[in-house]
T-cell receptor
Framework: GEDVEQSLFLSVREGDSSVINCTYT??????LYWYKQEPGAGLQLLTY?????DMKQDQRLTVLLNKKDKHLSLRIADTQTGDSAIYFC??????????????FGAGTRLTVKP | DVKVTQSSRYLVKRTGEKVFLECVQD?????MFWYRQDPGLGLRLIYF???????EKGDIPEGYSVSREKKERFSLILESASTNQTSMYLC???????????FGPGTRLTVL
C-alpha cells in the first residue's frame, strides 16, 4: 500500500525552531495534514495544505510541500514547552465513496527542553 | 465546533470479556472510523463506516467487529478481549471521502 513516513523523535530547546519532516508515496494525494496529539489525548487537527500549494503559514506554524519530492514539513517557530507532543503527518487522495483514503505516518514525538 | 466523544477515557478488562467502545459525533458526518494506536506503529485502521449499517474492514479487523445503527454512533466490539488488544483506541469522523477526519479523545484499554 501507499506509505507515509516520518522520523519518530525530535528534541529541541525552548525558543528554537522545530522542523518535522514527512514523506509520502501517493502521487494522487489531494490534502496533506498535520495532527497534534498531546499526552493521553486524541488527535487534534493542526493544519492542512492542499496539494496545489507549496506553502501555508499560520502564526507560528509553516507548512512546506514539495510535491515533486513528495515531501512535507512542519516548522514551528519559537518552540515552547507546550508544543511537546506527537505530530502525525497524514495524506488523503480522491477515491470511490466507500473507500477509506486517509493514511497516517507513525508520528514524531517532539520534546522541548527548557 | 466539531465534537467527537468516546464513552470512556480508560478501561480495564479481563481476557475473554466482551468489550464495547462507543463513539458519538454531532456533526452529521457520513464517515466514521476506528483506529488503534501503538507506540512506533502510528494509527492503524480497524474498521470504518460510510453510512448507517454499512461497514468496511480496515487494515487490522481481526478480533474486532463494529456496529453503526445510527448515523451519529459507531461502536467497536471486542468479542473476546485478549492481552494483545491492549492499546489506545481512537474514533474519528469525516463528512466525506478524503475530507478532514476529526478525532475523539481516545480510550486507553488495558486487557489483563
Amino acid at each position: 500500500g501507499e506509505d507515509v513516513e516520518q522520523s519518530l523523535f525530535l528534541s529541541v530547546r525552548e525558543g528554537d525552531s522545530s522542523v518535522i519532516n514527512c514523506t509520502y508515496t501517493d502521487s494522487s494525494s489531494t490534502y496533506l495534514y498535520w495532527y497534534k496529539q498531546e499526552p493521553g489525548a486524541g488527535l487534534q487537527l493542526l493544519t492542512y495544505i492542499f496539494s496545489n500549494m507549496d506553502m501555508k503559514q499560520d502564526q507560528r506554524l509553516t507548512v512546506l510541500l514539495n510535491k515533486k519530492d513528495k515531501h512535507l514539513s512542519l516548522r514551528i517557530a519559537d518552540t515552547q514547552t507546550g508544543d511537546s507532543a506527537i505530530y502525525f503527518c497524514a495524506e488523503s487522495a480522491p477515491s470511490s465513496y466507500n473507500n477509506n483514503d486517509m493514511r497516517f505516518g507513525a508520528g514524531t514525538r517532539l520534546t522541548v527542553k527548557p | 465546533d466539531v465534537k467527537v466523544t468516546q464513552s470512556s477515557r480508560y478501561l480495564v478488562k479481563r481476557t475473554g470479556e466482551k468489550v464495547f467502545l462507543e463513539c458519538v459525533q454531532d456533526m452529521d458526518h457520513e464517515n466514521m472510523f476506528w483506529y488503534r494506536q501503538d507506540p512506533g506503529l502510528g494509527l492503524r485502521l480497524i474498521y470504518f463506516s460510510y453510512d448507517v449499517k454499512m461497514k468496511e474492514k480496515g487494515d487490522i479487523p481481526e478480533g474486532y467487529s463494529v456496529s453503526r445503527e445510527k448515523k451519529e454512533r459507531f461502536s467497536l466490539i471486542l468479542e473476546s478481549a485478549s492481552t494483545n488488544q491492549t492499546s489506545m483506541y481512537l474514533c474519528a469522523s469525516s463528512s466525506g471521502p478524503g475530507d478532514t477526519q476529526y478525532f475523539g479523545p481516545g480510550t486507553r484499554l488495558t486487557v489483563l
